[in-house]
């Protein structure tokens, strides 16, 4: 089960302070650079409940967060429904296709989840690169932020908008743990373990992993209706299966089953990415090789590897609690 | 639309080269994925890279110098590849193996891009195969001919190997229970080995006759991988059966599909792989019972 400790508060701490003082110091550059982190980071949390906490590594959030952007794009500009409503609409959905990928994906294990997801993934991207109803390769421009002028907020103030996806990060945050702490998460976290134990005390399986990963999904479509309104213009590349292994790279790099590392590693893979972009054009090369290091170093990830140096120095709990998971263990239950 | 049976010719024709052609690279990788239980996702980049090289040793040696030896420097890169990475990356676990290989993706997407740049290259088809055939009714190219003959030869001295020879007795023991076989006294590292190189070769081979009909991009490996990705799939990991079936299940579906219903064509492939997905998790013809 997902529990705080020292060190992870302390993280949170100083992530969220770092944010803020970003949000409210940079220009516009930077807050643009600041609303990339958070929607990524919504992306990876949901993609850190289901791969770290059920061992359900999934190649298809990318394409879930598309769909979560392009429901928004049509309910609120084609359908002509109003922002909030359609915000609404679209979690619904995805979190609906969501349930229905978990539930087929449920009896398949690692590789072929992985390659299950893949292929609702790229259903997905096929589908909207096709219909013309989604504007095929030129994509739909044109998309409305949430109008909160009611309590005096201008969304199309890029300071506004990223303190917005702060605030709905935090939200997120709060769900993600209260989903691992309920009932259902506590399960989740059993399935992975030992899937036929959790059968053979009397629970559904497959509802447990369809539940949760309709949940995962919901979180991942509220980040790409938040991704449609950041840019205010979609593409069918928001759905390409490289999207969702770079999420899958930045759950990594963080440190996966830690909730606070993806955090972590959404703004490192950021802020990474636009330093060498501004350096050189093969950022990919690095990042790549990166990756490699990382996995080939058996740390889970970047917060993995300060949680086993120091994490004993701000909790003796803790000491105990890393020595017992293994991250090795954890990528071999994936 | 002439529907005619000359175009139906044409049309499974078509399928045909499509299918041998993502026979070669799926055969790779899914005998290296039975034998070795390894996910290699950089094999499309194998494929990209045997392009790469057919088209710089042809633009030295003209078409066959780059056909006969870029098969040969893929293996050697896979030779690399697997002393530096994926010797010691053999015991993790399939995540582990994925995001490694998915990082080699990045790395050689861009060292392409570093050796080659960004512009797409184009070498020519040979003079001994420029023309025209006239076959079964049809004209056909007559490269688009000989690929569809160089895949069911390969087909074939593969089927003939791993069934006829002790070699191949050995794969298919190893396929089936390494541990048992390393206990008979086979040397199994060796032979992961052997057939990961082969397997790298085959990658290599399906660049280089791939090159003269696409243009060569840095990014072809990763428009290959999904397909070849979906043939193993559904065809079942780990078996040559699973592998030119699963192959011409997605040639005759995605040839046909655009034809018939080009609307649906791209979501009926996956469409496909979700069916056997859920009614047999293992793909049709899995490599164990």
């Known amino acids: 089960m997902f529990r705080h400790n020292t060190l992870r508060y302390t993280a949170l701490v100083l992530l969220a302070a770092g944010a803020l003082f970003q949000a409210f110091t940079a220009e516009y550059f930077g807050l643009e650079i600041l609303t990339e982190i958070l929607i990524l980071a919504m992306l990876v949390l949901a993609l850190d409940i289901v791969a770290g906490f059920g061992g359900m590594v999934s190649l298809c959030h990318g394409a879930l967060m598309g769909v979560g952007a392009y429901a928004y794009a049509i309910l609120s500009t084609k359908a002509g429904i109003a922002p909030p409503v359609a915000m609404a609409g679209s979690i619904a959905l995805t979190g609906a296709a969501a349930w229905v990928i978990g539930a087929i994906g449920s009896r398949s294990h690692g590789i072929y989840f992985i390659m299950a997801t893949l292929a609702f993934g790229q259903m997905a991207y096929s589908y909207v690169f096709e219909a013309p109803i989604f504007g095929g390769d030129d994509g739909l421009g044109g998309i409305s932020r949430l109008d909160l002028s ?37 399960s989740l976290t059993g399935v992975m373990h030992n899937e036929q134990r959790m059968r053979a005390l009397g629970l559904t399986v497959w509802r447990v ?25 979609i593409s069918p590349g928001l759905l390409s299966w490289t999207v969702s292994g770079e999420a899958l790279v930045v759950v990594i790099l963080g440190g996966l089953g830690t909730l606070v590392g993806p955090l972590i590693g959404a703004a490192a893979f950021v802020v990474l990415k636009h330093e060498l972009s501004s350096v050189t054009t093969y950022w990919h090369l690095v990042v790549g090789a990166i990756l490699i290091a990382v996995v080939m170093s058996r740390a889970n990830g970047i917060f993995g590897w300060i949680e086993s140096r120091w994490g004993g120095v701000f909790d003796r709990r803790l000491a105990d609690a890393t020595r017992k998971q293994e991250p090795e263990e954890a990528l071999n239950d994936a | 639309m002439a ?93 582990a193996q994925v995001l490694v290989t998915f990082g080699l993706i990045f790395v050689l997407l861009d060292l ?124 079942g990991l780990g078996s040559l059966k699973g592998a030119i079936a699963g192959s011409l299940i997605y040639g005759f579906v995605q040839t046909f599909g655009a034809v018939l219903a080009p609307q649906l064509a791209s979501v009926l492939i996956y469409a496909l792989l979700a069916a056997v997905l859920v009614i047999k998790p293992e793909g049709l013809f899995p490599a164990k019972g």
């Not at chain 1, 969304?155 to 303190?163: C, G």
């Not at chain 2, 390969?154 to 089936?176: C, E, H, K, N, Y």
């Open chain 1, 150 to 186: 009611v309590i005096g907020v201008d969304l199309n103030d890029s300071r506004s908008f990223a303190l917005f996806c702060l605030a709905i990060l935090g939200a997120v945050y709060g769900a993600s743990v209260l989903i691992l702490r309920s009932g259902l998460g506590r």
């Open chain 2, 112 to 235: 392409t891009r570093i050796f080659w740049g960004d512009l797409a290259l184009a070498i020519d088809v040979p003079t001994l195969l420029g023309g025209r055939l006239t076959f079964l009714g049809v004209e056909y190219p007559t490269y688009r001919l000989f690929i569809i003959v160089l895949g069911l030869a390969i087909f074939g001295a593969l089927a003939f190997v791993l069934s006829r020879t002790q070699i191949g007795a050995m794969i298919r023991a190893g396929v089936d229970n390494d541990a048992m076989a390393a206990c008979l006294g086979i040397n199994v590292e060796r032979l992961f080995f052997i057939v990961f190189c082969v397997g790298c070769a085959l990658a290599g081979l399906a660049g280089a006759v791939a090159a003269p009909l696409l243009s060569v991009t840095p990014d072809m490996g990763l428009q290959i991988l999904i397909p070849t990705l979906i043939v193993i799939v559904i065809g």
């Open chain 1, 209 to 233: 992993k369809a539940d949760v990963f309709g949940l995962s999904g919901m979180i991942a479509g509220l980040a790409g209706a938040l991704a449609a309104q950041h840019i205010m213009y």
């Open chain 2, 3 to 95: 529907h005619d049976l000359g175009f139906w010719t044409l049309q499974a024709l078509n399928a045909l080269q499509l299918s041998m052609l993502l026979f070669l690279l799926s055969i790779g990788l899914t005998v290296i994925f039975g034998l070795m239980h390894f996910v290699n996702l950089a094999h499309g980049s194998l494929y990209a890279l045997g392009a790469y090289f057919a088209a710089s040793l042809a633009a030295v040696g003209g078409y066959w110098m780059g056909f006969f030896l870029a098969p040969v420097a893929v293996a050697g890169v896979g030779i690399l590849l697997y002393s530096g990475l994926i010797k010691r990356m053999r015991k993790s676990g399939p995540m």
